[in-house]
């Protein structure tokens, strides 16, 4: 399970569980629920980074977001934009009843309905996504994502394609993944190569797929780190350039640049410089939406010019 949907279903527990007997109350209980989930969250990236070594089904594979360690910071976004959407659903419903009680169990009857829609979103973006991996193509992706393992294993249930990963620096990702596709029943062929190598793949690739920790209001998208360099290169090729991304990863930020970005936990890996020297490795990247073909949600295929108008229908 994504974190922010497990995050979603711990909010819905609180509504459930709750001895509130006003509306406030109730709100209350909930900001501090989603404070909890946030510390708890900052807590378990001391955790292992990864503990699955095979990619299952498309509901299961591990995903970049779902990191632990400190490579979970990047997944602070999308944590964030989960509790902050089940909470502005509640909101909304408070305001569409006057009785406490009625409010309550409404709340409870959507909230259920939004963690079951949140949990199927995945298997909705594998069919939608599944459709642009044609016969005999190359598929270039960046990290480990569960959204994209999906599409990617829907694809090969019909079609032959190969993928390229890229190694994944400072924590492998990429290399990762691609031990866990060897080992799947699926056996789509994979090459893992340099980051630095992107420029030098590009030609050969026929389309790029990426997943993402947080689409935001501008159509642009967050992700890990060289996604932003990714992107660049393909459009410098004329390469189509996919985002897969869950509705519930979309988030009221407006980045402009790089450092408009919230503060996050930075990776650092050993390396053998003097002291002297700084290693700074930071988790993720801003990729502006004039470098994005199209984005694969559960809403539907949307272009990015789309999002604005789904992130205010979502939180209006």
């Not at 969250?41 to 503990?51: A, C, D, I, V, Y």
């Not at 069919?127 to 990290?143: N, P, W």
């Not at 797929?209 to 935001?216: K, M, P, S, T, Y």
Request: charged share 20%.
């Amino acid at each position: 399970m994504a974190t922010p949907v497990a995050a979603i279903k711990a909010l819905l527990g609180v509504v459930e569980r709750s001895n509130a007997t006003t509306m406030m109350e109730l709100q209350d209980e909930l900001k501090q629920a989603r404070e909890i989930v946030m510390q708890d969250f900052l807590k378990r990236q001391q955790e292992p980074w990864m503990h699955s070594s095979s990619v299952s089904s498309s509901s299961s594979s591990p995903g970049c977001g779902s990191s632990g360690g400190r490579s979970g910071a990047r997944n602070m976004i999308a944590l964030a934009s989960g509790c902050d959407l089940f909470l502005k659903y509640a909101t909304r419903t408070f305001l569409e009843h006057g009785d406490f009680v009625a409010s309550r169990n409404q709340v409870v009857e959507r909230g259920q309905r939004f963690a079951g829609i949140s949990l199927a979103a995945r298997d909705r973006i594998a069919h939608i996504g599944a459709d642009f991996i044609q016969e005999g193509q190359t598929v270039l992706t960046h990290g480990w994502s569960r959204v994209v393992a999906s599409i990617l294993l829907k694809a090969a249930e019909t079609k032959h394609f190969d993928i390229i990963f890229l190694e994944g620096r400072p924590d492998a990702a990429g290399a990762k993944a691609a031990r866990a596709y060897a080992s799947h029943e699926s056996k789509i062929p994979t090459t893992v190569v340099l980051d630095s190598a992107m420029g030098y793949v590009m030609e050969s690739v026929d389309v790029v797929l990426v997943g993402a920790e947080a689409v935001v209001e501008n159509g642009g998208f967050v992700n890990k780190m060289g996604t932003y360099a990714l992107a660049t290169c393909a459009k410098a090729h004329g390469k189509p350039f996919y985002v897969a991304s869950e509705s519930y990863k979309f988030a009221r930020l407006y980045p402009l640049n790089q450092q408009d970005l919230p503060v996050m936990d930075k990776l650092f890996e050993p390396v053998n410089l003097p002291e002297n020297v700084r290693v700074e490795n930071s988790p993720c990247d801003f990729t502006p939406a004039k470098f994005i073909t199209l984005l694969f949600t559960d809403l539907g295929v949307l272009t990015p010019s789309a999002v604005s108008d789904e992130l205010i229908r979502l939180y209006q």
